[in-house]
């Protein structure tokens, strides 16, 4: 069991910054394909970014060079850093880890609104 906290969300005026973190409980946590998915009312779940243990990265169109994800193996954490905040981007993001499973966070609430 891989337990996530995420943290840093918040609100944010539109052309804003984010950084928001994820911490994982796992020792484990460089052989676990790391992501960032979201959840906008009233529509269903999208994957924003993941990154591999490997560290390939993929993210979604919409945040294509707006966003970056990165992790810490050292720190056993991922982030993701999101800048150009549109208020399109808000949602409920979550941390997932996935490897034959997949574990989620709780979910960090991000708005993005004048």
């Known amino acids: 069991q891989v337990q996530l906290v995420e943290s840093g969300g918040g609100l944010v005026q539109p052309g804003g910054s984010l950084r928001l973190s994820c911490a994982a409980s796992?020792?484990?946590?460089?052989?676990?394909?790391m992501g960032w998915y979201r959840q906008a009312p009233g529509k269903q779940r999208e994957l924003v970014a993941e990154?591999?243990?490997?560290?390939?990265?993929n993210y979604a169109v919409s945040v294509k060079d707006r966003f970056t994800i990165s992790r810490d193996n050292g720190k056993k954490s991922v982030y993701l850093q999101m800048n150009n905040l549109k208020p399109e981007d808000t949602a409920v993001y979550y941390c997932?880890?996935?490897?034959?499973?997949?574990?989620w966070g709780q979910g960090t609430q991000v708005t993005v609104s004048s």
């Open positions: 997932t880890a996935r490897w034959l499973t997949v574990y």
């Open positions: 796992t020792n484990r946590f460089g052989i676990y394909t």
């Open positions: 990154i591999t243990s490997d560290s390939v990265t």
